[in-house]
C-alpha cells in the first residue's frame, strides 16, 4: 500500500460545478497534512493547511478524518482558473519530519 | 525578498555523466527536501535534511548523492548509477518544526534531460 494515494483523476468539470478529492494516507502517527496546488511545468505552492476541525478559505474546504486516515478538498463554485493538479501532502511525524506526496489529482474546469 | 533558488533551470547530461544541481535558501529554514517528479506523476522524496551536516534517505535515493555542509544549501549530485534521471527536479525547504508554520517552499526546479 502506498503511504499516500489520492483519486486518480482527471477530473473534467463546468464552470461553477462543485468537485471534491479525497487522500488516504496508511501512517497513523501523521500529525499534519497539506493540500498544494501545481501548475503545469511549475513548482507545488501551498493551498492550505488542513486541519483536525476541518477549515474553509473562500471556496475551499479542507476536511481531516483520522479514524478512516483520509483528507479531503472541497471546491465550490469552480472557476477556469482552478485548473490544475491538486497534491495531498502528509508529515510522517514519527519519521523524522520527512513529508510525502501523493500522486496528484488534475482538474480541469471547462467554460 | 527571502526565497529558494535552483540552479541551472534547465540541464541537458551525456550518459555517464555525473551532474551536480544547486539548491540555495535565504530564508533561515533548517529543514530542505529534494523531490523528483517525472511527468504525470507526483513527486518522490529523494533526500532530505533536517539540521547542518546530517541527512536522511527518501524513498528513492539510490543513484543520489547529497551534502549538506552550510544551513543555506542542499546541493544535490545525479550520479551515472542513476538509470532513469531524466525528469523535473524540486528542492524545497520548511520552517523550523517548532514555529507553528509547517509548510513547504518549493524552488522553481530544475529539469534534467539525459541525452
Known amino acids: 500500500r502506498k503511504e499516500v494515494?489520492?483519486?486518480?483523476?482527471?477530473?473534467?468539470?463546468?464552470?461553477?460545478?462543485?468537485?471534491?478529492?479525497?487522500?488516504t494516507y496508511s501512517n497513523s502517527a501523521s500529525q499534519s497534512f497539506f493540500w498544494y496546488r501545481q501548475d503545469c511545468r511549475k513548482e507545488p505552492k501551498l493551498l492550505?493547511?488542513?486541519?483536525?476541525?476541518?477549515?474553509?478559505?473562500?471556496?475551499?474546504?479542507?476536511?481531516?478524518?483520522r479514524a478512516s486516515q483520509y483528507i479531503s478538498l472541497l471546491i465550490r463554485d469552480s472557476k477556469l482558473s482552478d485548473s490544475a493538479t491538486y497534491l495531498c501532502v502528509v508529515n510522517m511525524d514519527n519519521q523524522g519530519g520527512k513529508l510525502i506526496f501523493g500522486q496528484g489529482t488534475e482538474l480541469s474546469v471547462k467554460p | 525578498d527571502g526565497g529558494i533558488t535552483q540552479s541551472p533551470k534547465y540541464l541537458f547530461r551525456?550518459?555517464?555523466?555525473?551532474?551536480?544541481?544547486s539548491c540555495e535558501q535565504n530564508l533561515n529554514h533548517d529543514a530542505m527536501y529534494?523531490?523528483?517528479?517525472?511527468?504525470?506523476?507526483?513527486?518522490?522524496?529523494?533526500?532530505?535534511?533536517?539540521?547542518?551536516?546530517?541527512?536522511?534517505?527518501?524513498?528513492?535515493?539510490?543513484?543520489?548523492?547529497?551534502?549538506?555542509?552550510?544551513?543555506?544549501?542542499?546541493?544535490?549530485?545525479v550520479t551515472s548509477a542513476q538509470k532513469n534521471p531524466t525528469a523535473f527536479y524540486l528542492c524545497a525547504s520548511r520552517r523550523p518544526l517548532d514555529s507553528g508554520a509547517n509548510v513547504l517552499t518549493f524552488g522553481a526546479g530544475s529539469r534534467l534531460t539525459v541525452l
Open chain 2, 34 to 77: 529534494w523531490y523528483r517528479q517525472d511527468p504525470g506523476q507526483g513527486l518522490r522524496l529523494i533526500y532530505y535534511s533536517q539540521i547542518v551536516n546530517d541527512f536522511q534517505k527518501g524513498d528513492i535515493a539510490e543513484g543520489y548523492s547529497v551534502s549538506r555542509e552550510k544551513k543555506e544549501s542542499f546541493p544535490l549530485t
Open chain 1, 5 to 23: 494515494e489520492q483519486d486518480p483523476g482527471p477530473f473534467n468539470v463546468p464552470e461553477g460545478a462543485t468537485v471534491a478529492f479525497n487522500c
Open chain 1, 48 to 65: 492550505m493547511s488542513v486541519y483536525s476541525s476541518g477549515n474553509e478559505d473562500g471556496r475551499f474546504t479542507a476536511q481531516l478524518n
Open chain 2, 14 to 21: 551525456k550518459e555517464g555523466q555525473n551532474v551536480t544541481l
